[in-house]
Each structure stands twice: as structure tokens, then as C-alpha cells.
């Protein structure tokens, strides 16, 4: 069940996140929490900042391999360099599905895209619950078709008792070959324990962990990784050579294999 309660006492997870990215859509509440964020990892805003570059990255890149459909999960608050916007670039016919389980996210990305021509939908709707989330997709997302899946800075809210792993393959079971799974999660470094467990405390997420780059790369199993495989997200296919920032997020694109001559989906 999506969650869909509003208090602007709590800090709310995508509030944080947009604070973090420099936007406006937050209250005292998440710019206090941030900044006890920024007190145990002085490179958190700098390794949000790298992951939404990320995203705009791993976008262009779908883009350019064919990909025209996208299902953004926990997509969070709208901000610049949205998916469709990328997307769009390369092609303005790309249609993208943006999900999130509150309901803030979603009244303010709706107002945002009332005027996108209907390549674009908002869901209202849990990642967690991949029957609901897929189902309803298919009134806008032909999975006969390439689609990409985008699970950008989200998992790490998905704890290991609500079986992330399981609930990722689920989703990966349903990509067409020839689709794209895109993630980018916290590895456990110094300091991301402390800070899950702020989240799982005093924030509106019902838990939330670091893992393991092995846990991470598990995600993908039964993909391929694309070049250069699971890598820091500054690292991912960056836009220049020489030295980058070391965030706290890695980042991964794999690609489902094509079936062979008479095999089915």
C-alpha cells in the first residue's frame, strides 16, 4: 500500500534528497536532518549530486541504445534534468512512468508534467509491490518493446526484511530482452551505518541500509553488465577523463540477453 501521510515536523526522504540537491522543496525538519547527515559524511551532498548526474548519464545512454520507455521507481521530488526531459532529448517521443509511494512526490510531479502531451504517467504506488507497480504500467509501457528500469538511490530504503533482492528480480523477470536495469545504491563505507540507521529512526522511511558492493551487484543477476560494470557513480561512463570524486553510491546498468533463435520471452 503506498503511504500517504504528510507531516513536515518528520523528515521525509525525498525532501532530504531535493535539499541535498540544492532544491526548495523542504522544510526545517529535512534541512536539520540533512545537516546531522552532513556532520557524520561531509561527502554526502557531494555523492547525491554525483548520483543525479548519474542519472542523466545512464539516461542518455538508454536513449541512445533504442530504449524509448522508462519506469523510474521512486522516482522522488521533480528537480532539473528530470528522465523524460533527458530522454526527450534524444527522442521527444520517449514516454516515461514515474512511481513513488508519496503522495507529495506525486502531486508535485503531476503538476509538473500536465502539460507533456501524455508521454509521460505518475503512479502513485509502492516499488515493493512489483504485481501492482507492473500491472498497472501496462497501460502506458508496451513490454514487448525495450524498457528500461531505472532504480536510482532507492534500494538502500528497501531493507534486507522486505527481500529487496527478490523484489528486484521480479521486476528484471519482466524486461523484454534487450531491456536495461539501472541501480544505484550506498555502499557500506564509515559513517552509511550510522546514517541508516538516522533514516530508519527519525525519517519517513520504514528502514533503510548500506550494503556490500557484492549485495549490490546481486541485484543484477541473470543481466549483463554494460562497461564498466558496477563502479562509483562519478565513474560511470563520465562525460570527461582525468580524476573524479569519490562518492558513497555505486552504479551499474545491465542489459537483459537476447533469446536465442526459438527461444521465448
Same mark, same amino acid.
Given at each position: 500500500?503506498?503511504?500517504?501521510?504528510?507531516?513536515?515536523?518528520?523528515?521525509?526522504?525525498?525532501?532530504?534528497?531535493?535539499? +541535498?540537491?540544492?532544491?526548495?522543496?523542504? /522544510?526545517?525538519? #529535512?534541512? $536539520?536532518?540533512?545537516? &546531522?547527515?552532513?556532520?557524520?559524511? @561531509? =561527502?554526502?551532498?557531494?555523492?547525491?549530486?554525483?548520483?543525479?548526474?548519474?542519472?542523466?548519464?545512464?539516461?542518455?545512454?538508454?536513449?541512445?541504445?533504442?530504449?524509448?520507455?522508462?519506469?523510474?521507481?521512486?522516482?522522488?521530488?521533480?528537480?532539473?534534468?528530470?528522465?523524460?526531459?533527458?530522454?526527450?532529448?534524444?527522442?521527444?517521443?520517449?514516454?516515461?512512468?514515474?512511481?513513488?509511494?508519496?503522495?507529495?512526490?506525486?502531486?508535485?510531479?503531476?503538476?509538473?508534467?500536465?502539460?507533456?502531451?501524455?508521454?509521460?504517467?505518475?503512479?502513485?504506488?509502492?516499488?515493493?509491490?512489483?504485481?501492482?507497480?507492473?500491472?498497472?504500467?501496462?497501460?502506458?509501457?508496451?513490454?514487448?518493446?525495450?524498457?528500461?528500469? +531505472?532504480?536510482?538511490?532507492?534500494?538502500? /530504503?528497501?531493507? #534486507?526484511? $522486505?527481500?529487496?533482492? &527478490?523484489?528486484?528480480?521480479?521486476? @528484471? =523477470?519482466?524486461?523484454?530482452?534487450?531491456?536495461?536495469?539501472?541501480?544505484?545504491?550506498?555502499?557500506?563505507?564509515?559513517?552509511?551505518?550510522?546514517?541508516?540507521?538516522?533514516?530508519?529512526?527519525?525519517?519517513?522511511?520504514?528502514?533503510?541500509?548500506?550494503?556490500?558492493?557484492?549485495?549490490?551487484?546481486?541485484?543484477?543477476?541473470?543481466?549483463?553488465?554494460?562497461?564498466?560494470?558496477?563502479?562509483?557513480?562519478?565513474?560511470?561512463?563520465?562525460?570527461?577523463?582525468?580524476?573524479?570524486?569519490?562518492?558513497?553510491?555505486?552504479?551499474?546498468?545491465?542489459?537483459?540477453?537476447?533469446?536465442?533463435?526459438?527461444?521465448?520471452?
Amino acid at each position: 500500500m503506498a503511504e500517504q501521510n504528510f507531516d513536515p515536523t518528520v523528515p521525509n526522504v525525498a525532501r532530504v534528497y531535493d535539499f +541535498l540537491l540544492g532544491g526548495k522543496d523542504n /522544510f526545517a525538519a #529535512d534541512r $536539520e536532518f540533512a545537516t &546531522r547527515l552532513l556532520e557524520i559524511r @561531509a =561527502d554526502t551532498q557531494m555523492t547525491v549530486r554525483e548520483n543525479r548526474t548519474f542519472l542523466g548519464r545512464v539516461v542518455t545512454f538508454l536513449a541512445s541504445q533504442g530504449v524509448r520507455q522508462f519506469l523510474d521507481l521512486g522516482t522522488g521530488l521533480p528537480t532539473s534534468e528530470n528522465v523524460h526531459q533527458v530522454a526527450q532529448r534524444v527522442d521527444p517521443e520517449a514516454r516515461v512512468v514515474y512511481v513513488d509511494n508519496d503522495l507529495v512526490v506525486v502531486r508535485h510531479a503531476e503538476a509538473l508534467l500536465a502539460k507533456n502531451d501524455g508521454k509521460v504517467a505518475v503512479m502513485h504506488a509502492d516499488l515493493r509491490d512489483p504485481a501492482e507497480v507492473l500491472g498497472a504500467s501496462q497501460e502506458f509501457i508496451d513490454w514487448t518493446q525495450p524498457v528500461a528500469i +531505472l532504480m536510482l538511490a532507492i534500494l538502500h /530504503f528497501v531493507p #534486507d526484511s $522486505e527481500s529487496p533482492h &527478490r523484489v528486484v528480480a521480479q521486476y @528484471a =523477470d519482466w524486461l523484454p530482452p534487450g531491456g536495461y536495469l539501472a541501480v544505484s545504491h550506498a555502499e557500506l563505507r564509515e559513517g552509511v551505518d550510522e546514517i541508516a540507521r538516522m533514516y530508519t529512526a527519525q525519517a519517513s522511511s520504514r528502514g533503510a541500509q548500506g550494503r556490500t558492493r557484492a549485495d549490490i551487484e546481486r541485484f543484477f543477476t541473470g543481466l549483463d553488465l554494460v562497461e564498466p560494470g558496477l563502479v562509483t557513480v562519478s565513474h560511470w561512463r563520465p562525460a570527461s577523463p582525468g580524476q573524479h570524486a569519490d562518492p558513497w553510491f555505486l552504479g551499474g546498468v545491465a542489459r537483459k540477453r537476447l533469446c536465442a533463435a526459438g527461444e521465448g520471452h
